[in-house]
């Protein structure tokens, strides 16, 4: 052969080796497993080979899962080889029995080229943005573009605003320019205060005698801050006035809703924030105020109804806190994960009973007395407490000091009737008491005393008589006790001499009573409570302080619902629910955190305490996230992450991605979680203060405003609008805190199962309170609210839909609230000197803006026509304003037109 | 799938969508009268290929979220009347005929029975308790029916009993919610509020979705059984009330003409409209629509909730009493609803939980009296419907939140006065009729003491999964995302009961 040819074909091989070689070797861009990869799982393979169901022995949930063998006995995905990956080659099978995803369209040609090129890179699997800790961006720096104007730009107002414009500038949008002084002050004093500003602010921001940061910080010190945002934080809390289920009695919460704006208004750190709510009561030597936060997760419901059993009940409240806690502070949905495996999130089904094993502690127990209930005392009751306490601590140790203040402030720990058992006539009988006949028994097991002299003893006797004896063990038991107690009239709590016992031992209770039938009810069991003998037994003035003692656990004293755990003695296990059905326990856990987040510090302690450490705990990259995406929701009606309630694997992935990181970060080490600071910071954005201004354009290209080209704009939450029509026609009151309010609704709403309590209009002032102060029954909550919107808090809620209903048209043109409102501000209207002027002042009160010319027309127009009607009608005048005692048609007619006013869509949006 | 069916299952689907154009066009066409909307009604029709570009801004929903959508699948019927007997009705003196329950009556309950089963109130071991009513077999089908339902007799083969549905909650406000949301914890949406959802509403004018109360109080549960949980609250029950405005604040204020509410609502309107053209926002389109329905609804919720213009012969067809909250009156409105293209009727009547702790509660007195209360008017709305041909799309169901035992109740494991009976989940009754069910079917049966379904058990999520069938929806497609679940009304679960299909 030609030497010439054969060289020619090596040149010509070693040319092509080379390109091969080249293509082999050339950097290809790498494939982004979280941001390419892990979005087409979700959306297409992890419903049949994920959480719940795990098709064929294949699961893309975890790593370990999707690489391990599958039923045929090989891995699915073979990284590198992506030809021999069963994983890809089923994607591109034609036999429609074989191609996945089974029975739905065959994937994209770049859905399938995409999962090709990261198997052979490899599949590495990585870490969801998510879950990874935010990250250390730098502001982006501007460059002037095309067209793109920076210089002296109103758009840039401090650092948020580059991340904005950055992403404008890539998608081709110029921003908006700020919006006027006057929708602006509106704005953003409804953002903050959830209230039009007040005429002088608004005056001298509008005239330019105060600049805009100093607009926002004369907002946020206002005490109607708390307020405002207090009804976003109780949403989430599911904050009500009643116990919710059948009979949904009322239940006296609002010293936590009280406790909730004033630490708003203290802006206290949202760390703080936390920990007081989720574990005040852990904390050393609590305050009372530190007590009043742990009603956090005293919010959920109770049951009531007879026949139910408590510790059903019990065990769904703390499914409750744990997914509520989820909930709020991870955008994480435990919920999922109480039966099976989470479909999406990387948590396993161990993980939720991990975490409940934290909130399975709590000494409540779905008691109707709604047991631990902090006791407010009167001024002269609580001398008598601080007396006693004052006695424990000079006198006693420090775990009996710390058992006899918590036993005066919520009176636990004591053994509740529910656990009386072996009854012989007598029975438990749904309200929370055992009763027992005249000659009845029952059973308690393992009780510890303290090795006390003596018991507390919560019962009610009606008939005088009975004997009371308590046994060791059984029916045939050494007798501790036997004593003859007196009829009392109602329940009373007595104090019971005892034999000294040691350990835990059951108990065996027995009553006589000769005087009455055998089967007539002698005597209700509530609880009974053990504490150490008071010390100081040698003192001087021992016996007085034993009376006082004595007399003060009578004390009648309003109550709030907190949290208390368990002491050691009274500790729960906590199981594994068998497909989260509770009457099927399996294995004990321990309480531990999902591996998937951040690590846990080993100097935390092993309760709420520590649980709520690790839940502020910097490491943790979902719950400043989470925070920081939901106060940017409140001001924009949208997250940087849509999906405000899930920020997971699931979830939308965030518009502006640097951003939700920088802010993060910011919030949680510059504003040391600060709600005031961040707040201040967005409303301070060049982006918040564009104009919200859009063409049927700009809509289309963004309906959504995710790009934020523009201000938000956005129909007005319950509570405002009311609070708004309030506060424009002068009849707000600015009384802060207490029990519930209940201003004048239609009769016949209230309307429950065995419950006597009433709708009881309120009086005077209280007829006008914010929106956040009115009574909320769980099963009725106030309708007017409801139709905006509101939601009726049986459960967390983190997002309210917004909807737009006839039903809410009806509300503000018919309610007398509203029509009332109308006439307060038709006065105010008059004092204008002519009949346009009239209308412009009322329009210009409720809006803040000045009224067009075809806006003024529409207004006569409808005044002339009320005018007319009410002059050729003075009845109907008369039964329009029938609270004026001489109306007049002018009167009659400028309310007509006010309420108008109060249906505008300006009037009932932030513009 | 047969290729027949497949054809007919097309043709069904073609046949619903065009009555929804036809719908659709004449809301847009009437609903914004005077606003000359057309060029920003895009996305106003639902029917337009999804293939065209993203510019159809916004949909008919985002103006009017009851615009009527169409069924995914071909449905059987266009409404559903839903009546609740709040309480639990005891099918052993209605419908669950247990001959040998009789003769073993005041004979200790075997401890079999009793064991791993919770009670509300039965404690120890209490007695059976024979049926109290005399039954007998009535119809073409022969169905078994007590003398406490006179009339239903007569509509007997009209109806599909389902013998042994069970349910696992035994107290009446968890199981009525289970009952209504599929779920006995608070917070998920109705089925009503589901299907008006997933539907919309034919009639704009009114709501999509309404509540009926009579007994004298609400369920248990309260609101929350026709609430729309994590469904947008326009879709939740609205109720109309016997006394007082028939819905909150649908009564002009006192002294205002309907004539000055048009002015008041003309110039809102005007204003914002011109609002519109310098925001462009479209909600203020939804709000000014809103408005013009809002006065529309005022005449149309009064006229439709007044049974005064009814003819006397149908008056005394339900025996409805004027001006009084009651089930019968409630009957007859139902029709009316239903015939107005309301979607969801939801009846309460409350006062069945017969327990035997008095008179009004025992299962011989009380529920003998609570029966007459609804038989003949149930009689009625049956034949009602049929002889106005709605019989054939609307869905009629009857049932409580659960059944009775089949032992006396003996609370506080005493004795009582009266003859009652306990709550019981295992094993009750209930009904459907109407559209695409099997007339005169009887599925599922219970033992001897009407203790435990034996046959043809089914589950609360089986009688959800086989409405929302009737009405076109595939349960396990049928979903909301809330919270980052996909949420259905029947969770993970859910069978439809085929056996009652026609």
Same mark, same amino acid.
């Given at each position: ?11 010509a091989?070693?040319?092509?080796s ?32 994920? !959480? ?19 039923e045929s ?16 080659k ?17 994937? =994209? ?5 995409l ?10 699997w990585?870490?969801h943005?998510?879950? =990874? ?32 414009l ?5 998608? !081709?949008?110029?921003?908006s320019p ?6 602006l ?6 953002d ?6 007040? =005429? ?19 907002l946020l010190?206002?005490s ?24 949904d009695l ?11 704006i ?8 949202y760390? /703080? ?5 989720l ?25 009531d ?13 703390v499914?409750d806190?744990?997914?509520t806690t989820?909930d709020v ?5 435990m ?13 396993? /089904? ?5 975490l ?14 709604e ?6 005392y009167?001024?002269?009751q ?12 000079k ?18 720990p ?5 656990s009386?058992?072996d009854?012989v ?10 009763v ?20 507390y ?19 045939n ?9 007196e009829k009392t009239?109602e ?22 009573n ?24 040698? /003192? ?16 009648k004293?309003?109550?709030?619902? *907190?949290?208390s755990?368990?002491?050691d ?6 199981q ?9 326990p399996t ?12 690590a ?9 305490l520590g ?6 705990d910097k ?12 106060v ?9 992450v ?22 993060t ?23 918040y ?5 859009l063409?049927?354009e700009?809509?289309q ?27 424009v ?8 805190y ?25 009086k ?12 909320l029954?769980?099963?009725s ?8 919107d ?12 917004v909807?737009?209903?006839?039903l ?7 309610d007398? *609230? ?24 009322g329009?210009?009160?409720?809006t ?6 075809e806006k003024?027309?529409a207004?006569?127009?409808l ?13 109907e ?10 109306p ?15 249906n505008?869509?300006?009037f009932?949006?932030?513009? | ?17 065009v ?20 060029s ?5 029709? $639902?029917?337009? $290929? ?32 839903y ?7 005891s ?18 309950c075997?401890e079999?029975?009793?064991?791993g ?11 059976l ?8 077999q009535?119809?073409?089908?022969g169905?078994?029916?007590s003398?406490?339902?006179p009339?239903?007799?007569?509509v007997?083969d ?37 299907a ?11 709501p ?13 549960a309260?609101?929350?059984?026709w609430?729309?949980?994590?469904? $947008? ?6 109720q109309?009330?016997s006394?007082?405005?028939?819905v909150l604040?649908?009564e002009?204020?006192?002294g ?7 002015s ?40 439709v909730?007044s049974?005064?213009?009814?003819p ?5 067809m ?14 007859l ?14 009846l ?9 702790t008095d ?6 007195l ?21 002889q ?9 169901v009857?049932?409580g ?5 089949p ?6 494991n005493?004795?009582m006065g ?30 001897d003491?009407?203790?435990l ?17 009737l ?30 299909l026609?």
């Open positions: 052969m030609n030497k010439k040819i054969i060289s020619g074909i090596g040149v091989l070693g040319i092509f080379l390109i091969f070689l080249w293509n082999w070797l050339k950097p290809e861009d790498k494939v982004n497993f979280s941001a390419e990869i892990k979005p087409i799982l979700n959306k297409h393979c992890i419903s049949c080979h994920g !959480g719940v169901k795990k098709n064929a022995g294949f699961s893309l949930l975890f790593e370990e899962e999707a690489f391990a063998n599958t006995g090989k891995p699915a995905i073979i990284p590198g080889n992506a030809a021999g990956s069963e994983f890809i089923r994607l591109k099978e034609e036999d429609p029995e074989l191609r996945m995803p089974y029975e739905k369209p065959k994937l =994209s040609d770049e859905e399938i080229d999962l090709t090129k990261w198997v052979n890179q490899g599949a590495q990585g870490e943005w998510a879950y =990874s800790l935010p990250e250390q961006v730098e502001v982006p720096k501007l460059t002037a573009k095309a067209g793109f104007s920076i210089e002296n730009s109103s758009a840039i107002q401090n650092d948020i605003d580059p991340f904005i950055q992403r404008l500038e890539k998608e !081709g949008l110029e921003p700020p919006a006027s002084d006057n929708i002050a509106r704005r953003v004093a409804l903050i205060t959830g209230l039009p500003p007040d =005429s002088t602010l608004f005056q001298k921001y509008t005239s330019g005698k105060l600049s805009y940061e100093h607009l926002v910080d004369s010190v206002q109607s801050f708390g307020e405002k945002w207090a009804s976003w934080w109780l949403d989430m809390a599911r904050y009500a006035d009643t116990k919710g289920y059948e009979k009322g239940r006296s919460m609002w010293q936590y809703r009280d406790w909730v004033k630490a708003l208004n203290n802006d206290m750190p760390d /703080q924030f936390t920990i007081e709510q574990a005040g009561d852990l904390l050393p030597n609590p305050s009372i105020d530190q007590l009043i936060a742990t009603a956090f997760h005293r919010n959920t419901m109770n049951n109804e007879g026949g139910t059993d408590d510790e059903e009940f019990r065990v769904a409240a499914i806190r744990v997914n989820f502070w991870q955008s994480t949905t919920g999922c994960v109480q039966c099976h495996g989470h479909p999406y999130d990387p948590f396993k /089904q161990k993980d939720y009973y991990h409940m094993a934290f909130f399975n502690n709590t000494r409540d127990e779905d008691t109707p007395n047991a631990p209930a902090l006791r407010f009167a001024p002269e609580q001398e008598s407490i601080t007396k006693i306490n004052d006695w424990v601590s006198y006693g140790d420090s775990s009996t000091v710390r058992a006899y203040r918590d036993f005066l402030r919520f009176q636990e004591v053994y509740k009737s529910h009386l058992q009854f006539n007598g029975s438990y009988d749904d309200h929370a008491s055992s027992l006949w005249s000659n009845g028994s029952c059973r308690l097991e393992n009780v510890w005393t303290h090795g006390a002299d003596y018991f003893f919560n019962h009610y006797t009606y008939r005088p008589g009975t004997t009371f004896t308590v046994r060791k063990d059984h029916a038991g050494e007798i501790l006790t036997k004593v003859l107690l009239e329940p009373v709590t007595k104090r019971i001499p005892i034999k000294k016992v040691d350990g835990k031992f059951n108990i065996h209770i027995e009553i006589s000769p005087n009455i039938a055998k089967d007539k009810n002698a005597m209700h069991i509530y609880w009974l409570g053990f504490l150490p003998n008071l010390p100081g037994s040698e /003192q001087p003035g021992f016996s007085k302080i034993q009376r006082e003692f004595d007399k003060a656990i009578n004390f004293a309003p109550i709030l619902p *907190v949290t755990e368990n002491p003695h009274m500790k729960r296990t906590t594994v629910f068998e497909r989260g059905n509770w009457l099927l294995d004990t856990v321990q309480p531990s955190t999902p591996a998937a987040l951040n846990w510090d080993d100097s935390w302690s092993k309760d709420r649980f709520s450490k690790w839940l502020v490491k943790n990259p979902l719950t400043g996230r989470t925070l920081v995406n939901r940017w929701y409140q001001l924009f009606g949208r997250g940087l849509s999906t405000v309630e899930d920020i997971g694997s699931q979830s939308d992935f965030p518009s502006h991605p640097a951003l939700l990181d920088w802010l970060l910011r919030f949680m080490n510059e504003h040391q979680w600060s709600l005031k600071s961040l707040i201040k910071e967005i409303v301070s954005s060049g982006t203060r564009q104009q919200s201004e063409t049927p700009t809509y290209r963004d309906p959504e405003n995710e790009l934020y080209a523009r201000g938000p704009r956005q129909r007005l939450s319950a509570e405002q609008i009311r609070d708004q029509a309030l506060a026609s002068g009849l707000l009151s600015d009384k802060m207490g029990p519930g309010v209940m201003p004048p609704q239609p009769e016949g709403v209230w309307q429950t199962v065995y419950s006597g309590e009433r709708w009881v209009e309120s005077a002032e209280d007829r006008y309170r914010r929106a956040v102060y009115t009574f029954k769980r099963t909550p106030y309708p007017s609210f409801v139709t905006f509101a939601g009726s808090r049986e459960v967390c809620t983190i997002r309210r839909t909807t737009n209903t006839p809410q048209a009806l509300v503000t043109l018919n007398p *609230v509203y029509l009332e409102a109308s006439f307060q501000l038709a006065r105010m209207m008059q004092s204008a000197k002519d009949l346009e002027e009239q209308l412009a002042l329009y210009e009160k409720a803040m803006t000045r009224i067009t010319p003024l027309a207004l006569q127009e005044y002339r026509a009320s005018l007319t009607e009410f002059s050729n009608n003075k009845d005048l008369e039964q329009f304003l029938h609270f004026d005692a001489s007049t048609a002018a009167l009659g007619a400028l309310t007509v037109v006010a309420n108008a006013i109060m505008l869509d300006e009932l949006s932030k513009a | 799938m047969e290729p027949i069916e497949r054809l007919l299952q097309e043709k069904l689907i073609r046949e619903a969508q009555k929804t154009r036809r719908h659709f066009i004449k809301d847009c066409a009437t609903g914004l009268g005077g606003l000359a909307l057309g920003i009604f895009l996305g106003c029709d $639902p029917l337009q $290929p999804s293939s065209k570009p993203k510019q159809a801004s916004f949909s008919e929903r985002d103006l009017n979220p009851l615009a009527t959508l169409p069924p995914p699948y071909a449905p059987k019927v266009k409404s559903v009347i009546l609740h007997m709040a309480g639990s009705p099918q052993l003196e209605m419908f669950d005929y247990k001959p040998v329950l009789h003769k073993l009556n005041n004979q200790d075997p079999s029975l009793l064991q089963k919770k009670f509300a109130f039965i404690k120890g071991t209490p007695k308790l024979g049926p109290q009513a005399e039954f007998s009535e119809g073409e089908s169905n078994w029916v003398n406490y339902l009339h239903f007799k007569k007997i009209e109806v599909a009993f389902l013998k042994a549905v069970h349910t696992d909650q035994f107290n009446h406000g968890p199981a009525q919610l289970f009952m209504h949301t599929g779920s006995p914890r608070l917070g998920r949406p109705s089925i009503g509020a589901w008006t959802y997933g539907l919309g509403s034919e009639n704009q004018n009114l999509g979705f309404v509540v009926l109360t009579s007994g004298g109080k609400t369920p248990d309260g609101k929350s059984v609430g729309s949980g994590f469904l $947008p609250s326009v879709y939740q029950g609205v109309c009330r006394e007082g405005d028939p604040y649908i002009d204020p006192k205002i003409s309907r004539d000055l509410k048009k008041t609502i003309d110039a809102i309107n005007k204003i914002n409209k011109e609002e519109y053209t310098k925001y462009a926002d479209p909600e203020i389109l939804a709000r000014i629509n809103q408005y013009e329905m809002a006065y529309r609804m005022q005449i149309a919720v009064p006229k909730m049974i005064e213009n009814e006397e012969n149908i008056k005394e339900y025996g409805v009493e004027s001006g009084k909250e009651s089930f019968a009156n409630n009957c409105l139902a029709r009316k609803l239903v015939e107005d293209g309301v979607r969801f009727v939801q309460f009547d409350w006062g069945w939980d017969s327990h035997g008179h009004s509660t025992a299962v011989d009380g529920l003998r009296n609570k029966c007459r209360e609804i038989d003949r008017p149930i009689a009625a709305l049956i034949l009602d419907l049929k106005r041909g709605l019989l054939d799309e609307t869905l009629i009857w049932g939140e659960f059944g009775r035992t032992m006396q109740e003996n609370r506080g005493k004795e009266f003859k009652g009976r306990d709550h019981h989940g295992d094993a009750f009754t209930m009904w459907m009729a109407g559209g695409g069910i099997k007339k005169g079917a009887c599925y599922g049966k219970t033992d003491i009407g203790f379904g034996v046959e043809g058990r089914v589950s609360v999520h089986d009688v959800h999964a086989t409405i929302l069938h009405l076109g929806f595939d349960h396990e497609e049928f979903t909301f995302e809330f919270q980052g679940r996909n949420f259905r009304l029947t969770d993970v679960e859910g069978v439809i009961i085929k056996d009652i026609a």
